[in-house]
């Protein structure tokens, strides 16, 4: 009886651990997924990866209205300094595109910078199973996603996906 208990335990603890297991590609649903540009143009998440192909890119996902979102862009910014070859790109989920873009250059944000039309709900932030901003991404130069979830920018596994041993 109490082997099959350990078996049970044992089965139960791989079940769950797989079922965390973070995705290294994006869906067919993200890439599809649309967003806005500052020149206010239609682009896929496909379109935006592609223009980044050949580069390590970090995914801010943000708001302007977000305290936590603003308290994050110090350490964003000196991960900018410290890492210059990798290519940052911020994913707004601003109500209102004017204040997206006012938040861009009150914060004085460098990189590539789209409004997410979609919102929390639509097929990007449905892959992310956004709960919360800001999110961070690293995808790799062959743009396999490495890091999945960062809610910090101090979170080390940043700065590890961006400097490979």
């Known amino acids: 009886m109490k082997k099959y208990i350990y078996i049970l335990f044992a089965f139960i603890i791989l079940t769950a651990c797989k079922a965390q297991e973070e995705p290294k590609q994006f869906s067919a649903e993200a890439l599809k997924d649309t967003f806005l540009t500052l020149e206010d143009t239609q682009i896929t998440f496909q379109e935006i990866l592609d223009k980044h192909k050949g580069q390590a890119i970090v995914i801010d996902v943000w708001a302007s209205w977000c305290g936590d979102c603003l308290k994050g862009l110090p350490k964003l910014k000196a991960i900018q ?53 800001p999110r961070y991404l690293v995808v790799d130069k062959n743009q396999n996603i490495t890091v999945f979830k960062a809610v910090t920018a101090k979170d080390n596994k940043i700065k590890t996906a961006l400097n490979p041993q």
């Open 81 to 133: 300094e410290q890492f210059p070859n990798a290519d940052y790109v911020f994913l707004s989920l601003d109500k209102k595109i004017p204040s997206w873009k006012k938040g861009i250059e009150k914060y004085n944000i460098i990189g590539d910078h789209y409004y997410m039309s979609s919102g929390w709900k639509g097929a990007f932030g449905t892959f992310l199973d956004l709960d919360w901003i």
